[in-house]
């Protein structure tokens, strides 16, 4: 069965440096978004991807933040300087259409821990 | 306001019991999606079960199910038969047509703990 994938698994990376998560998200999707996790906390929407551009971003989502497909299968999170309260799990998802009926596959998260 | 909300922090049930997980929601957009994630103790997303706004009938999928009350804007998850692999965290979520982007909206979550 088809699935999301996500790498690394566990980044940890010093206050100030750069990261970049990366998601291979399900081969036939058309629609790609990046959510978080703080610890013990809700999932949040951070952004939406479709057509090589973003559809929608929240307010977390802000200029230390950017996503690229740079390829046919990557979708990509970097995130420029890292602050303390970046600490999360960050998770990648794929839908193949948009609308209220259409599934949300996540990957299985990538736990990045920020010293 | 919270849009989704999830009033049970945490559960316990005993094996091969059925559990109810309680989400209530808020939205004036008229066609929406209402959607069950699991997060077992290993951190994935696992999608279990969709409901529509304009579906008749009350989505089943295997030993889940959700009773779809419109009216009262709730969307409660119902496990039948609990295992011990069904111990993880639970999370309701929506999706509104009118909202950009297609974004989920989580609510806090349940923690369900299967007792043997």
């Known amino acids: 069965e088809p699935e999301v994938t996500q790498t690394p698994s566990h980044q940890v990376t010093q206050m100030g440096q750069e990261v970049i998560l990366r998601c291979v998200p399900i081969s036939n999707h058309l629609y790609f978004y990046w959510y978080r996790q703080i610890l013990g906390q809700k999932v949040e929407f951070l952004v939406s991807f479709y057509n090589n551009e973003i559809s929608e971003k929240s307010e977390i989502f802000d200029d230390q933040f950017s996503v690229e497909r740079p390829d046919g299968s990557n979708f990509t999170l970097k995130i420029r300087s890292t602050k303390l309260e970046d600490s999360a799990m960050y998770f990648c998802?794929?839908?193949?259409?948009?609308?209220?009926?259409?599934?949300?596959?996540f990957g299985p998260g990538t736990r990045l821990t920020v010293l | 306001a919270q849009k989704i909300t999830q009033t049970q922090p945490g559960m316990f049930v005993q094996e091969k019991e059925a559990v109810t997980l309680d989400c209530t929601y808020d939205t004036s957009d008229p066609s929406y999606g209402l959607f069950w994630y699991k997060q077992p103790s290993s951190g994935e997303m696992i999608f279990l079960i969709y409901q529509g706004s304009y579906d008749q009938q009350n989505a089943t999928e295997g030993r889940y199910s959700l009773n779809f009350q419109k009216a009262r804007k709730s969307a409660n998850l119902v496990i039948s038969a609990s295992q011990l692999g069904d111990s993880a965290m639970y999370f309701c979520a929506m999706r509104e047509l009118k909202a950009a982007g297609n974004k989920l909206t989580f609510g806090g979550g349940t923690r369900v703990l299967v007792k043997p």
């Open positions: 998802a794929s839908s193949e259409l948009a609308g209220s009926v259409d599934t949300q596959y």
